[in-house]
């Protein structure tokens, strides 16, 4: 029997480990927009969204009820029979859900005990009285929660087991106080009264608690508990070869549980059913990717960033749509002259700032131009700047004349606002599509603003 209740704990330990609920994600599941083409194959798989973030864990409760107390004061020797008095008893628990269906907490109780053993003609043979104070540490499992996570039912049963520490104060009488002798029986019965105002005594509890939470915050709870102490002398009396004291009691308990109504609690979590995601199945693209990699070469050769510069444009023979350029003057992607450098004209190299399609944000390469642009005007405070915003050949001829001034608007705004430039000093003028005539390359070389300075 002592071997079966040895492995008690690990029994229940067990179960309040079933009562953890997983985690995924770090406690949360994201959902998900999924788009998918035509020759995906899209099937479901099951993924469980759980997370108890933000719960409350905290309750308290507070209890009342009656306790009887089984030592070894009992029936023997043709006398009239004893009797464990029933006393009124109470006590509140500080708990902590670890889990919806796992908590561990702090007991405490006021036990009054009392027990009494009279022989024929009103002979007192054991008389004891005693006041009692507990502690204990416990951990208790929810069996409901346990073993039906997802259940929505209001009522709980809870297992409880611990150890704890009790003192108390106690009075032990009887008529055959110094004789020795008791109903003619020798060394059967205490035979002296005894009064002991520091006794100490540590126990065992069991419990089992029914409970229904009639609210999110208030559950009330019927609670009946067993605990065994770990001498046979609370009351006084040893009786060799009788197991150790014991004491039964039946509550009834009201439970507060902490910011429930708010953020909810831990108590109250139900697992959440599972949520079918969609899942794709992405056939085998490696044809496709095949094919991309031979127009990205194709490309490649297009733009060959590299190779020789007959006209010393900064543009590669390979690209350079104008192989004779002449010394000093400005040119495009394709090595085509856009101005020439004049007594009233000047055109710096890093003169160009290039925008995404139909966007007017400014990137590292277009920052690090204006940068440059504001050193310049800086270091010359008779230096004039005008910004022109020019724009590919897509959409229509209006609409490009608007995003080519916003474009040289950002440019201007920029010098003003994050270097000082006196507004007074820049032009912002958007000149719309740059070649309305070719239509061979309407692509980012003509999302432009040009820098042009003059004196």
Not at 153 to 164: A, D, E
Not at 173 to 196: E, H, M, S
Not at 254 to 267: I, M
Not at 383 to 396: A, C, H, S
Request: net charge neutral.
């Amino acid at each position: 029997m002592k071997r079966k209740l040895l492995l008690l704990p690990f029994f229940l330990m067990a179960v309040g480990l079933l009562a953890v609920p997983p985690k995924k994600n770090g406690g949360s599941v994201e959902d998900y927009d999924y788009e998918y083409e035509t020759d995906y194959e899209v099937g479901t798989d099951t993924v469980e969204k759980d997370t108890t973030k933000g719960t409350s864990h905290w309750s308290i409760a507070l209890e009342a009820g009656f306790n009887r107390f089984d030592g070894d004061i009992k029936e023997e020797y043709n006398s009239v029979v004893p009797t464990s008095q029933t006393k009124f008893m109470f006590g509140g628990a500080l708990e902590y859900n670890i889990a919806p269906a796992w908590s561990i907490g702090l007991d405490y109780r006021y036990l009054p005990l009392a027990a009494k053993h009279e022989g024929k003609k009103g002979l007192i043979i054991s008389d004891f009285k005693s006041t009692m104070h507990s502690v204990d540490f416990f951990t208790a499992f929810n069996l409901v929660r346990a073993f039906l996570p997802r259940t929505k039912s209001k009522w709980g049963v809870w297992t409880q087991f611990g150890l704890g520490h009790a003192w108390y104060s106690s009075k032990y009488r009887t008529d055959r106080a110094g004789t020795g002798v008791v109903n003619g029986y020798k060394q059967l019965y205490t035979d002296f009264n005894d009064t002991i105002s520091d006794g100490r005594v540590m126990y065992y509890p069991i419990s089992l608690l029914i409970e229904y939470n009639f609210t999110k915050s208030l559950a009330l709870g019927l609670r009946a508990q067993m605990r065994t102490f770990n001498n046979d002398y609370v009351e006084r009396r040893i009786d060799k070869g009788v197991t150790n004291d014991r004491l039964q009691f039946a509550t009834l308990q009201l439970r507060w549980k902490f910011n429930a109504h708010n953020n909810d609690h831990l108590r109250n979590y139900v697992e959440p059913e599972l949520v079918q995601q969609p899942v794709i199945d992405i056939p085998d693209y490696t044809p496709r990717l095949d094919d991309l990699e031979r127009r990205v070469k194709r490309m490649e050769d297009i733009l060959c960033p590299d190779g020789p510069d007959d006209d010393g444009d900064g543009v590669p023979n390979c690209r350079d749509q104008e192989p004779e350029t002449p010394a000093g003057n400005q040119v495009d992607f394709w090595g085509r002259t856009i101005g020439k450098v004049t007594a009233q004209k000047m055109v710096d190299e890093e003169a160009f700032i290039y925008f995404d399609f139909d966007k007017t944000g400014l990137d590292y390469e277009a920052n690090k131009a204006i940068a440059i642009c504001a050193r310049k005007m800086t270091a010359d405070p008779e230096l004039l700047v005008e910004v022109r915003g020019f724009t590919d050949n897509m959409g229509t001829t209006d609409y490009n004349a608007r995003l080519s001034q916003r474009r040289a608007d950002v440019v201007k705004s920029e010098l003003i606002k994050k270097y000082g430039i006196s507004a007074d000093r820049i032009i912002a003028n958007g000149k719309g599509k740059y070649n309305p005539e070719d239509k061979t390359m309407p692509f980012r070389p003509y999302r432009t603003c040009v820098l042009f300075y003059n004196k």
